[in-house]
């Protein structure tokens, strides 16, 4: 019995014995594991403090969760800039998220035993950046002054009319710059190149640098000055000066005239002067007053035309004469048609009643003109260039639905008018229709509509009634 039993507790106690190893081995992975996750948080720790220290990386969120994403160059800066950190940092003591009771894993112990033997790389490149920065900030600004509109030329063209005149009014009238300057500028200008010292000295750096050619072209512009103009005065204007004239001028007075002065220049200032009477020996007449003005009227009467050259154009005269003939021809042509002529169209502009006369047996008066009778027997329609008739229509109104020969109005000898429809269109006499080889008989002041133009029949009653009186004298005999 003992042996049964003493075997059967040495089993229980090696299946004891396994089930505690198992318990012991399950523990140390467990460990294991949160110390790797440890040693993963003081990673990121300690990268995320030497990121704020450096001051130049912004502090940047991130999430747990691995993405893998291409990463931008600013990115890819930053994260060399931490691993840098890192690695010098961790070369040295204890990290500082990491407890002293627990026990290091085998891929740090892996890395302490690398870190040793491995060299420590050295700090990257932004420190060099940012002291080459700092140089170029400190190096001194160059004093650059835009000198505006004002050109090196117009400073030298100022400076000399000032020496010349010491007025800025007459330098402003006088002188002329490279662009329009007002009275306002000139003397702010001149006055920045006498008391502000930055102006007037890059003004005469720039004055320095102009050509020789342009310096003489420049002085030789320059205005005269009263004492110039007083010896100028003094050459009379009877006489004929000539360039030698002017010449000794100069050599007699060397410290009047301004350096750049030749004979021809002094000689071209006293043609003006002359022409402006600014001479010693000239006077300028005063103007007359009161009524002795003289006008152009007056003026037109003193010339004396007998004295005037008469240029004769033989060319313009033939023409005048060809023209001439021309119109008299034309002339002749209206007087030897003026009896065909059985209606004379006038303008007119109101409804005011028509003034007859001896001739004017009846008037059809439209909107725009106004037709007068003065023969028996007329013709209305649209005249073309094969059909003349006596009443073109078409000076009316639009008249392209009347017929070329729309009716005839005709006078007989009791002093009756009576209208006839020759055209295809009916006319309306005061709203009743006429047909087409119908007639109609026509009192004063009808209306007569023919395709949609209307016209007044006006009679001459006076001269109506005495057709009347002729005609019933003849009758009876």
Avoid at 297 to 324: F, G, N, P, Q, Y
């Amino acid at each position: 019995m003992r042996g049964p039993y003493r075997a059967r507790i040495w089993s229980e106690l090696l299946r004891m014995r396994k089930d505690s190893q198992g318990l012991l081995d399950s523990s140390l992975m467990a460990s294991g594991t949160a110390s790797r996750s440890e040693d993963e948080e003081s990673l990121a720790g300690q990268k995320r403090a030497s990121s704020q220290a450096l001051g130049t990386i912004p502090k940047r969120r991130s999430s747990s969760r691995f993405i893998k994403r291409k990463k931008f160059d600013d990115e890819l800066v930053e994260s060399s800039l931490a691993k840098s950190s890192t690695r010098a940092k961790g070369t040295s003591g204890v990290e500082p998220g990491r407890c002293s009771g627990s026990e290091p894993s085998s891929s740090e112990k892996k890395k302490v035993s690398k870190a040793p033997s491995t060299p420590v790389p050295p700090s990257p490149a932004p420190a060099p950046g940012l002291t080459k920065r700092v140089k170029k900030s400190k190096q001194p600004l160059q004093v650059t002054k835009d000198l505006g509109r004002w050109k090196p030329a117009d400073d030298l063209l100022l400076i000399n009319a000032v020496l010349q005149t010491n007025d800025l009014t007459s330098v402003h009238l006088g002188v002329k710059f490279s662009c329009r300057f007002t009275l306002r500028e000139v003397q702010e200008r001149w006055y920045a190149l006498l008391y502000d010292p930055v102006i007037s000295k890059l003004a005469c750096q720039a004055m320095r640098q102009l050509h020789p050619e342009a310096i003489a072209t420049i002085q030789s512009k320059a205005l005269f000055s009263k004492t110039e103009e007083q010896l100028l005065s003094k050459v009379g204007s009877a006489s004929q000066p000539t360039l030698e004239t002017f010449q000794d001028l100069l050599h007699r007075h060397p410290d009047a005239f301004y350096l750049a002065r030749t004979a021809k220049t002094l000689q071209t200032h006293w043609q003006l002067m002359k022409q402006y009477y600014l001479l010693e020996d000239q006077t300028v007449q005063p103007l007359p007053k009161g009524d002795q003005v003289l006008n152009f009227s007056d003026a037109e009467d003193l010339i004396d035309d007998s004295k005037l050259k008469d240029m004769r154009d033989e060319v313009l005269e033939h023409e005048l004469t060809v023209a001439d003939r021309r119109q008299k021809r034309e002339i002749r042509q209206l007087e030897q048609e003026l009896h065909k002529w059985q209606v004379l169209v006038d303008s007119i502009t109101g409804m005011s009643s028509p003034d007859f006369d001896n001739q004017t047996l009846a008037v059809l008066r439209g909107r725009m003109v106004r037709y007068l009778m003065r023969s028996r027997e007329i013709t209305l329609g649209r005249a073309t260039k094969d059909n003349q008739i006596d009443v073109d229509l078409s000076l009316e109104g639009p008249a392209w639905k009347i017929s070329r020969k729309q009716g005839v109005i005709k006078l007989k000898n009791n002093g009756d008018f009576f209208i006839a429809n020759e055209g295809r269109r009916p006319i309306y006499i005061d709203g009743r229709p006429v047909l087409c080889g119908s007639k109609w008989r026509l009192s004063n002041n009808s209306v007569v509509e023919i395709a949609s133009l209307r016209f007044v029949f006006l009679i001459n009653q006076d001269l109506i009634a005495l057709i009347r009186a002729e005609a019933a004298k003849i009758t009876p005999q």
